[in-house]
């Protein structure tokens, strides 16, 4: 009976083993919420300028790709043209895409 009743113990080897799985597990959660922490915190919010209510392409122009900078918003056209308006929708600039 007295055999039984007595606690197993690891031998060293074993403890050290245990003593390391148990360190990488809490530095992985550590690691985990510092990632995700940083990735909350740095990425910016979706807090995008609105575009433009009267942005009107020229004639005959079909959008392909559209994207905005800070105070203007670029329309890169299927006839290989980019459009670039300001913030009012004022056609500023047009640029010409030679293949």
């Known amino acids: 009976m007295d ?3 007595e606690k197993l113990e690891l031998p060293p080897s074993l403890r050290w083993l245990k003593w390391l799985v148990t360190a990488l ?8 919420i510092t990632i995700v922490g940083l990735l909350v915190t740095r990425l910016p919010l979706g807090v995008a300028q609105p575009f433009p209510e009267n942005l009107a ?4 122009a079909v959008p392909q790709a559209v994207t905005r900078g ?3 918003v670029a329309v890169v056209t299927q006839d290989n043209r980019i459009l670039i308006f300001d913030t009012a929708g004022t056609l500023t600039q047009e640029v010409a895409i030679s293949r």
Not at 25 to 32: A, D, R, Y
Not at 57 to 60: F, K, Q, S, T, V
Request: charged share 5%; glycine share 16%; net charge negative.
């Open 3 to 5: 055999d039984t009743s």
């Open 25 to 32: 597990t809490l530095t992985l959660i550590l690691g985990v």
């Open 57 to 60: 392409l020229p004639a005959g």
């Open 70 to 72: 800070q105070g203007w």
